[in-house]
């Protein structure tokens, strides 16, 4: 297994904590904001980021040794979110919430 116990706790929390700012960011900014924050390509890649990122929670929870290809994946997946939020106003937390998850997937993976 990749990492400390302490370092997949931390991933782990960082994930569902992505996990919640995307579905809520997407739920309850993107589609009051509409505009830019509704795009398709936007939208789409919040949606995929939180279940990558509940995936990736998941994994390492139940134990799974193959969590540092699905850490991998959520890593990548959450640069893109960051960087598709930094470009919208209000977006500041997710994007956070998202660098912080590929950092520590990253250390997972």
Known sequence: MAGTDKEME???SRCLACYR????AASQHC??????????G????????AEICRSAAHTMLIGVELHDRVCAACAEMCRACAESCSRLDGMGECEE??????????RMA
């Open 10 to 12: 931390d991933c782990i």
């Open 21 to 24: 700012s995307c579905l809520q």
């Open 31 to 40: 589609l009051e904001a509409g505009g830019e924050h509704v795009e398709p």
């Open 42 to 49: 936007h939208f789409r890649l919040m949606m995929a980021c």
């Open 97 to 106: 919430a998202c660098t912080r998850c590929a950092q520590a997937c990253e």
